[in-house]
């Protein structure tokens, strides 16, 4: 079993800054991928970004130059950076990991809002 806990979501104004973290404990594969979701009300869960543990990154169109995803394989740990914020990009961010692209396992979530 895969336990994924994240951290870092909260209240930011527009233009702000948010980073967002996630550890993975459990079994995880040495080759995985781990990736952030959301989900705003209303609306589909969606991919935000991930990233292979070899390095390949796969993006949002909505968040390309905004956004960036990294990872610390020894910590197995992966990061979300969040610039330039935009009041849309509020929803709950939920972490993943999986042996391909498609995730296997899912956080609790985390809570991102971006409001004046």
């Known amino acids: 079993q895969v336990q994924l806990v994240e951290s870092g979501g909260g209240l930011v104004q527009p233009g702000g800054s948010l980073r967002l973290s996630c550890a993975a404990s459990?079994?995880?594969?040495?080759?995985?991928?781990m990736g952030w979701y959301r989900q705003a009300p209303g609306k589909e869960r969606e991919l935000v970004a991930s990233i292979h543990s070899l390095g390949s990154t796969n993006y949002a169109n909505s968040v390309k130059g905004r956004f960036t995803i990294s990872r610390d394989n020894a910590k197995k740990t992966v990061y979300l950076q969040m610039n330039s914020l935009k009041p849309e990009d509020t929803a709950v961010y939920y972490c993943?990991?999986?042996?391909?692209?498609?995730?296997?396992?899912w956080g609790q979530g985390t809570q991102v809002t971006v409001s004046s």
């Open positions: 993943t990991t999986g042996r391909g692209w498609g995730p296997d396992y």
């Open positions: 459990g079994s995880i594969l040495s080759i995985n991928v």
